[in-house]
């Protein structure tokens, strides 16, 4: 092979890495990636091995060593270990390794060099050792493609075995005849190893940067996925929250209107009691003014007459104002001011509620005895806050109806304490059964005959939203006692109830 100079041809390989590693190198910068950085300046340092190694007899025997073998053997470690950055982060099994086969390679041709072992067995195990070693190439190109379509791993796979065999042949080829272990021989193996390296050195690098770019589209695609998939949920979960505010306000809706019927359900027993005490005065409204129409038809207009008109016309105004009194509280209890927030007082509450129960509380031999403490303000929806009054209330004159012991009783009391308004309600019924207790509370749970099991549900839920709690304490044979407690209200940006109806 005439026009074959391998010192020339050996000189190109470091031009060849050079360029490749330079050209992604800038392809690659913007990427600003610690693993590009190693695989380029790992082949740079590999190309600038190459300069003293093919110019032998030029350049000292101290460089041709030094320079030559150890920026060669620590560049190729480099970049298998750049390599296996693809896989995460590298083990430091791997990296023992790598280090280990440099320290054990340099140390040991250095050393023999120095100590005169012959250059045929230093070639044969210089050219050995890289046939070994640079079938990592391969294995990781394997490794890499997996079960996958890659074509950067199919090329490095191919620049693995391109490395391994030539370097092999080489190797064998100084081990068969010694007369071609001049490095610079020219020969079938030399050509052959020379040739492999031109081919397998950019096979490497257009692998490695197919898998680089390969590795990016992917995240990328998987980072369109998710980010599609994140868009996706965050759809669902606005869909989800307006389910939910729609739903939520289906149940304040719901409440709303269980309040109302729970109210008209309820007050039956109260309206037939308030319908008797509201009689009493229209009965006496009509007997008096029979009794003025009369007197005025009479037309003996004398004094004693006409105080006796004054009398009957005050005691008319007095019973219209009983009777007003009592429709001015019914109209009071069946106003609809659901989902309105006022500051009121409990105390007031309470009274208001009293006095529509106090005629059907008689009509049950039911005593009612009140203890009111200071002003009690909380702030919340009115009418709900009445029915739960209501609700403890009439269901105690209902258990106190039934006490062993007559009359019945029920004691209400209100205060304020640490920040809570409380309302006590306490009755000497037979109590609430055992069995009962546990799900007093439950939604359709009642121990009434007539009942709905709404109430107490209801009133618990109010409660609640009115950031409170309702507890009972109930021992069978001796009497039940209710525990509502809300937040005091310590503001004054709200008018009281009273003011604002």
Sequence with gaps: ????????????????????????????????????????????????????LSMRGVVSEWAFIYIGQIPMVVGNAGRCIALRMFFGKVSAQAKWFYALTTIIFLSTFISAYHAGVSEYYLRVYYFGFYAFILIDYFLLGYWLKGNKQSLGADLLMAAGIGFCSTQAVR???????????????????????????????????????????????????????????????????????????????????????????????????????????????????????????????????????????????????QDNRRAADIIVKLRKLFEDRSGAMVRLDINDLVRDCAALIMPYAASKQVQLAYQF??????????????????????????????????????????SCDEGEVILKVIDNGPGISEDMQQSIFELFKTSKTEGMGVGLWLSKTVVNAHL??????????VGTSFEVRLPVDRGDMMQPARQSA
């Design 1 to 52: 092979m005439p026009y074959f100079h391998p010192q020339t041809v050996i000189l190109m390989i470091c031009m060849v890495y050079l360029v490749m590693h330079a050209v992604i190198w800038f392809a690659l910068s913007e990427q600003r990636d610690s693993q590009v950085r190693l695989w380029c300046l790992s082949g740079v340092l590999s190309g600038i091995a190459v300069i003293p």
């Design 468 to 477: 409170g709690d309702i507890h009972f304490d109930s021992r069978p044979g």
């Design 373 to 414: 403490g200071d002003p009690c303000p909380v702030v919340g929806d009115q009418t709900q806050l009445q029915q739960v009054v209501l609700n403890v209330m009439n269901n105690a004159v209902e258990a106190a109806s039934e006490a062993s012991v007559k009359p019945g009783r029920v004691e209400v009391s209100s």
């Design 171 to 317: 190797a064998i080829g100084i081990a068969v005849d010694p007369q071609s272990m001049d490095i610079y021989a020219n020969t079938p193996d030399q050509v052959l190893m020379v040739l492999g390296q031109m081919i397998c050195i950019p096979l490497t690098n257009i692998g490695f940067l197919r898998i680089f770019l390969e590795r990016r589209e992917a995240d990328r695609l998987q980072t369109e996925r998710e980010l599609s998939a994140a868009e996706t949920r965050q759809a669902l979960l606005g869909q989800h929250q307006q389910e939910l505010q729609h739903l939520l306000h289906e149940r304040e809706e719901i409440i709303r209107q269980l309040t109302l019927s729970n109210k008209s359900a309820s007050m039956g027993a109260l309206v037939a009691s308030l319908a008797h005490e509201l009689n009493q005065p229209l009965c006496s409204i009509r007997l008096n003014t029979q009794l003025v129409e009369r007197l005025l038809l009479e037309k003996e207009s004398t004094p004693e007459t006409d105080d006796q008109i004054k009398q009957l016309v005050l005691q008319v105004n």
